[in-house]
């Protein structure tokens, strides 16, 4: 996306060095396996969650449609591969991974897109694996904002609609948390944070004999 393109140094400043997005992060390396390989959509200038996931020994797959956020990325994480996609276009047999991250990223898409996400964020885990989600909380559909100065549209959902939607798309919501974070340079958010599974197995059918 050109807009982040031109911003990539800039969103890096403000928006690297989020505390609730870290020890999520973290959280996530070390309830993975060893060595697992980590699903990052939107993975941005690659800090601080591919160089987290990386230097606790996990692999990273980060994706991002923005080369300037990516150009950030590779100098900064050299162990991880990025690669240039639209997170909506990825393919559905990607994986299985350990882990599927997104940090704001799909803050940018519709709600309708945002969901199709999820789904498909299901089926890129291997069984039992986690998704952390950071979003800002909103209750809006392609709200026109400005984003560091420039027009952006946005889309989130109030805390409890955000994991009934996870809990659509198949996950079991291990926690979820709405905080206040204000960037070095920017107005203070309303952040939500959520951790969730994918079961071991696919439910049994309410009318499957036991």
């Known amino acids: 996306m050109?807009?982040?393109?031109?911003?990539?140094?800039?969103?890096?400043?403000?928006?690297?060095?989020?505390?609730?997005?870290?020890?999520?992060?973290?959280?996530?390396a070390a309830l993975i396996p060893a060595a697992s390989t980590v699903l990052d959509l939107g993975?941005?200038?690659?800090?601080?969650?591919?160089?987290?996931?990386?230097e606790a020994g996990h692999k990273v797959l980060g994706v991002d449609i923005s080369e300037g956020m990516l150009r950030l990325a590779r100098e900064q994480v050299p162990q991880a591969e990025f690669r240039h996609a639209d997170l909506r276009e990825l393919?559905?047999?990607?994986?299985?991974?350990?882990?599927?991250?997104?940090?704001?990223?799909?803050?940018?898409?519709?709600?309708?897109?945002?969901?199709?996400?999820?789904?498909?964020?299901?089926?890129?885990?291997?069984?039992g694996g986690h998704l952390a989600l950071g979003m800002v909380e909103l209750d809006a559909d392609s709200l026109p904002v400005e984003f560091l100065g420039v027009p952006v549209k946005v889309s989130g959902y109030p805390q409890d609609a955000l994991a009934a939607r996870l809990a659509t798309a198949g996950f079991d919501v291990t926690s979820i948390e709405t905080v206040d974070f204000t960037p070095p340079d920017g107005p203070p958010e309303r952040q939500t944070f959520a951790l969730a599974q994918l079961p071991d197995f696919p439910p049994r059918p309410a009318n499957a004999p036991a």
């Open 2 to 28: 050109e807009v982040f393109d031109q911003l990539a140094e800039l969103y890096q400043g403000e928006h690297s060095h989020n505390p609730f997005q870290a020890a999520l992060t973290e959280r996530v």
């Open 91 to 127: 393919p559905g047999d990607l994986g299985p991974f350990g882990a599927v991250t997104a940090f704001f990223s799909l803050l940018m898409l519709s709600r309708a897109d945002i969901e199709a996400t999820l789904a498909r964020a299901a089926a890129w885990l291997a069984p």
């Open 43 to 54: 993975c941005g200038t690659g800090v601080p969650t591919a160089r987290i996931l990386t």
